[in-house]
């Protein structure tokens, strides 16, 4: 994590920062030289929809995925926490869903393998006058920038099918940049594991949901509960809401009457 910490560092100060409309010149193939390099030996770290993609293609649960694919590193520094996909055990650390094919679950294949060669830097609330921006990953392994292939930087983001990715991801950032953070608060172990469970394992979370007592505490009309208990994006939606309310004291989920008067009578 420390040499992430670095990248992170070094892709803020050194890279060059593009644009929606900016060039690049690049294609991949099953042709080229290098077809699947990419796919071993790689940090790739999975966002909320990343993980309901995978876990809906591969057809297991949320909770089967993570014990099967993934990683969670744990830092000192880490403000929540982070997955990763976990690398074969093998010499060369192959993914998982490498063949010589290439990617077995490439239509649900995870947002950075979409991204690449391009990377997006979100620079937290901290660093003033920063936006969000792109930039090149150059991998000297990679001989994709050889090919013939003019793309802008949209371009490549509606080829790949990104849109749905950015969306989902637009809501984690309401979790995963919240200005809680950088007051310099943390999150006790109660918190993390609620943030665990919302943002990845989404089915234990829908459990919670339906097999608690948490529709008689909290306002949840009827549509809603429908459609949370059929579409995980939708569950993932409101898990942000909820998260915003239980662990940041954000007004986003209503209490009904009777739990804060039944509240009130334990108190007396
Ligand atoms: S998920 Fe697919 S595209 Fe991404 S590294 Fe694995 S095999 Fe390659
Ligand atoms: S290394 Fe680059 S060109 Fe080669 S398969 Fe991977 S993305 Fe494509």
């Known amino acids: 994590?420390?040499?992430?910490?670095?990248?992170?560092?070094?892709?803020?100060?050194?890279?060059?920062?593009?644009g929606l409309e900016d060039n690049f010149k690049f294609a991949c193939h099953?042709?080229?030289?290098?077809?699947?390099?990419?796919?071993?030996?790689?940090?790739?770290?999975?966002?909320?929809?990343?993980?309901?993609?995978m876990k809906n293609h591969l057809n297991i649960s949320s909770n089967e995925?993570?014990?099967?694919?993934?990683?969670?590193?744990i830092d000192e520094n880490q403000r929540h926490p982070v997955i990763m996909l976990k690398m074969n055990d093998d010499d060369k650390k192959k993914c998982p869903f490498v063949t010589d094919k290439g990617c077995s679950i490439y239509s649900d294949r995870p947002w950075s393998c979409r991204m690449y060669p391009l990377g997006l830097a979100s620079p937290s609330e901290s660093i003033k006058n920063e936006g969000e921006f792109y930039f090149l990953m150059r991998d000297d392994f990679c001989k994709g920038f050889e090919e013939d292939g003019e793309w802008t930087i949209k371009g490549w983001i509606g080829d790949q099918g990104i849109e749905?990715?950015?969306?989902?991801?637009k809501l984690f950032k309401e979790i995963s940049l919240h200005p809680f953070?950088?007051?310099?608060?943390?999150?006790?172990p109660?918190?993390?594991?609620?943030?665990?469970?919302?943002?990845?394992d989404?089915?234990?979370?829908?459990?919670f949901l339906f097999e608690s007592s948490f529709f008689d505490r909290f306002e949840v009309d009827e549509k809603t509960k429908e459609q949370i208990k059929n579409d995980d994006v939708e569950l993932f939606g409101f898990g942000v809401k909820w998260l915003k309310f239980s662990l940041f004291g954000e007004k986003t989920i209503e209490i009904k009457d009777e739990a804060v008067k039944t509240a009130k009578m334990k108190k007396k």
């Open 1 to 18: 994590m420390r040499e992430f910490e670095k990248l992170k560092k070094s892709i803020l100060n050194d890279y060059p920062r593009l």
């Open 30 to 53: 099953p042709g080229v030289p290098c077809f699947n390099d990419c796919c071993a030996d790689i940090n790739i770290f999975l966002t909320p929809y990343d993980i309901i993609r």
């Open 65 to 73: 995925f993570l014990e099967k694919y993934t990683l969670s590193p």
């Open 164 to 169: 749905p990715y950015d969306d989902a991801g």
């Open 181 to 188: 953070f950088d007051s310099g608060k943390s999150l006790s």
């Open 190 to 200: 109660q918190k993390i594991e609620m943030l665990y469970m919302v943002c990845y």
């Open 202 to 207: 989404i089915d234990r979370f829908r459990e």
